[in-house]
């Protein structure tokens, strides 16, 4: 929300400074943004006049001026088609900083003729976007003067932030009432004459949606001379950023800001038909808005409509074709209000945002529609001329009686503050609250009208199926009015006055902040990264036919309202986006790789799943020790084992099995299995048709860990490690398989051969080719023996040995290799 000063101190009497108006606008909980003087970017640009302006000799569409600014006459070479002798213009000279660009200009030379500053044009100065010419000044613009403080733009335009609670906070008298309640000043009273129209008016309201607008007026004024604002108006609306456009456009937006009142203008002339219908969108319900872009209205929304049909989506825009311009004689003036979840979902629907869509939304004083259509009639008038019809009305008035209670203890007990019971009553006062009754112990008060975010009642229904919901709702509805005058209370006497006090310690060792699954994420994706990927944090989303490659792309995980067209489903595999990231990195020339995220995933049932998924591209790194060469499948496989170690996963008990989802290539895949049932993670080489599809290159490979399904380690008292006294032994086997018996099986049977001995087997050697049948792999496995009550002796170690031998053959059907 910006204002400016001025505007600010036509609503408030004051004669406080503006560091005390920000510092109290911070203190009652209107957040400064920012301020803004453009009188400090414009200090070095004067007012200057052309003494003599003649054609460049070597540019046809130049001009060679000299101009004065009251020193020495300076050349300055300029290409407007308006700069002539004797016009009074403003300057910049070298040195100057242009506002729009940023440009500093020097002295130099153009087409060989030396120019030594810049005459502007006004969007070069930030205060139009008029650029056609350089700006002309009157004859009795001072030459000399500093241009900005002569044209009256020194003056301060606040920012500040706003609540979605305090929709009378978006108008410039509501700032100036609670800035008076603060005690910076006096709020000047609001109490327009009451215009009397003359007839009925030309066009009538038909309110066949009285949900969705319980309450219109609106009225004619006939024969007005529409046209530019007055500089007053201009100014004001300028100075916070809004383009002028018309006087009878402009009123509108001025109330829009001055009195958080929106309002809208019908050329009557260019409706069809006496009568303007709220009522739902139909089939076919489109048309022009005032930005040019098409608007569609839904069954649920709510628009006024002619006899041509819809011409303005209620409480969000208005309709190019029945818009006000400079040939309108007679408007009609809609003053509405509108329900605010309505506008709420309407816009977010349509995409449009707009000040009247962020006024209705946050609620507007349900009271106050007479006294704001008899306000802009009443400028309308002033400013255009014509003839004020009788009021039109749809719908009825609200009721309004809303009280709330405050009990004086709970100013100390809940709030924490000394503030006395008659201060807080006088507080909610000046507020605009009045006392309906008191006694020692409590106060209860009217809220006003403008306050509908005091002990309002929920805007949304609680959700049936929801255990507790309506007790909730009902407990809220008891507690948040006196938590809504407390705040009030407290705020006036200033949020930085309240002494910050610590939560109860519940205990002396704090209860550890990380839930076991985040802290088990969180060592997942330290452990990814100290393998060298890179984590990425991508949309939870993509675009449908994206998904469809990675598993089905299910109707349920359809987004209603996407942010965007590529953006419209909830992804089934992270691995849907890291793809589309490393794509993008390789075409920026990133050629070798790996990403990883921890994120959801997404079922048809609308369950969420939490994984670690990574992805690799390209080949290993460079190193003088051994050649480079592309990643496979089991570069994927050891990221996967790694991480399910770190997580307590007892490896030996993780079985491999081939194979996987469609995504990922038949032959080169597989999946991490604890027991029957439980998959633990997905490895193996995208799919080539996959990779192609999505601009990856053949050969790249992924992983995918489900960090649900882990199991937490169990928890076992601390003792000191068993430390053997004995050297371990290893031996050495090589074993004749068939191809489609895994290492993994045979490694298996080797450690379970004599599981008191042996600790531990790697695979180390695969070799299939001369001298080994056709059919057969031979597999060179290492065994490590750890004895830990006595050394063994040749026998012992022998005996074990051939326990192995033995095992592996019975389980995989191995031989030893002669």
């Known amino acids: 929300m910006k204002f400016s000063l001025s505007w600010l101190k036509t609503w408030l009497d004051t004669d406080a400074s503006l560091e005390d108006i920000l510092a109290t606008l911070n203190k009652i909980g209107l957040e400064v943004e920012g301020v803004e003087n453009k009188a400090e970017a414009l200090k070095p640009f004067t007012i200057a006049q052309i003494i003599e302006a003649q054609p460049h000799p070597n540019a046809d569409r130049l001009r060679a001026c000299r101009v004065t600014a009251g020193g020495a006459e300076l050349s300055v070479v300029c290409g407007a088609p308006n700069a002539r002798t004797g016009l009074k213009v403003v300057l910049a000279p070298a040195g100057a900083v242009i506002p729009t660009n940023g440009m500093v200009l020097k002295v130099g030379e153009i087409r060989g003729v030396k120019s030594e500053g810049m005459l502007t044009s006004a969007r070069e100065l930030g205060l139009g976007e008029d650029h056609d010419g350089i700006i002309e000044l009157p004859d009795d613009a001072p030459i000399g003067a500093n241009y900005a403080q002569w044209a009256g733009l020194d003056e301060p335009v606040i920012e500040i932030s706003i609540t979605p609670n305090r929709g009378d906070a978006l108008a410039v008298r509501g700032i100036a009432r609670d800035l008076a309640a603060a005690g910076l000043g006096t709020l000047k009273p609001f109490a327009p004459a009451a215009i009397n129209g003359n007839g009925a008016s030309a066009i009538q309201w038909a309110n066949d949606y009285p949900e969705a607008c319980p309450w219109v007026l609106g009225r004619t004024i006939r024969g007005v001379k529409n046209g530019p604002s007055p500089k007053w108006l201009t100014k004001r609306l300028e100075s916070i950023g809004l383009r002028p456009i018309n006087t009878l456009v402009d009123i509108t937006n001025f109330f829009t800001y001055d009195l958080g009142r929106p309002l809208h203008v019908f050329d009557v002339n260019k409706l069809t038909g006496p009568t303007l219908t709220l009522r739902h969108g139909q089939a076919g319900d489109s048309f022009p808005g005032l930005a040019g872009k098409e608007v569609q209205a839904g069954p649920e929304d709510c628009v006024i409509a002619d006899g041509a049909g819809a011409q303005s989506l209620a409480g969000i825009t208005g309709g190019e074709g029945t818009g006000c311009d400079d040939a309108t004689t007679d408007v009609f003036i809609e003053c509405a209000l509108f329900d605010r979840v309505r506008i709420a979902k309407t816009g977010q629907r349509a995409g449009i945002f707009s000040d009247a869509r962020s006024r209705f939304e946050r609620g507007l004083d349900s009271q106050l529609l007479p006294e704001a259509l008899d306000a802009a009639t009443a400028m309308v008038l002033e400013l255009c001329g014509g003839e004020a019809s009788e009021i039109t009305e749809g719908g009825s008035r609200p009721e309004w009686g809303r009280q709330a209670c405050l009990r004086f203890e709970r100013l100390q007990s809940f709030g924490g503050s000394d503030i006395t019971p008659p201060e807080a009553i006088a507080s909610l006062e000046r507020l605009g609250f009045t006392v309906v009754t008191e006694d020692a112990d409590s106060v209860t008060v009217a809220v006003p009208s403008w306050r509908n975010d005091v002990a309002q009642p929920p805007s949304l229904d609680q959700a049936p199926d929801l255990p507790g919901a309506q007790a909730a709702a009902e407990g809220a509805a008891e507690i948040e009015p006196e938590a809504d005058l407390i705040e009030e209370v407290l705020r006036l006497k200033g949020l930085d006055a309240i002494t910050p006090v610590s939560l109860p310690v519940a205990s002396l060792v704090p209860a550890p902040i990380l839930t076991p699954k985040q802290a088990r994420t969180a060592l997942a994706r330290r452990v990814l990264a100290t393998r060298g990927l890179l984590e990425c944090v991508t949309f939870s989303f993509t675009d449908d036919a994206t998904n469809a490659l ?81 990643f496979d499948a089991m570069d994927a496989k050891a990221d996967a084992l790694a991480v399910l170690s770190a997580l307590g996963v007892p490896t030996d008990a993780v079985t491999t099995i081939a194979g996987g989802p469609s995504y990922y290539h038949p032959g080169q895949s597989g999946a991490l299995m604890q027991g029957p049932k439980t998959m633990l993670a997905r490895f193996g080489a995208l799919h080539p048709a996959i990779a192609d599809k999505l601009d990856l290159p053949s050969g790249t490979v992924a992983f995918e860990i489900f960090l649900d399904t882990i199991p937490e380690p169990k928890r076992r008292k601390k003792t000191a490690p068993a430390l053997p006294p004995f050297q371990p032994l290893r031996r050495d086997f090589a074993f004749l398989v068939d191809e489609s018996v895994g290492a993994e099986a045979v490694l298996r049977a080797a450690k379970g051969a004599e599981r008191n001995l042996v600790t531990g087997a790697i695979l180390f050697d695969r070799y299939q080719g001369k001298g080994v049948p056709e059919g057969k792999v031979s597999l060179a496995i290492a065994v490590t023996l750890q004895p830990s009550e006595k050394s063994l002796t040749d026998v012992e170690i022998e005996a074990v040995c051939a326990k192995i031998v033995t095992e592996v053959g019975k389980k995989t059907g191995a031989a030893l290799r002669g």
């Open 550 to 630: 990675f598993g089905d792309a299910p109707e349920s995980l359809r987004l209603a309202n996407p942010i965007s067209a590529d953006l419209n489903q909830m992804r089934t595999t992270p691995l849907a986006t890291l793809a589309q990231a490393a794509a993008r990195n390789l075409a920026r020339g990133i050629a070798d790789f790996g990403l990883f995220e921890t994120g959801p995933a997404y079922a048809a049932d609308l369950s969420q799943a939490l994984v670690a998924a990574g992805l690799r591209v390209g080949n290993t790194g460079l190193s003088a020790l051994t050649p480079a060469r592309a």
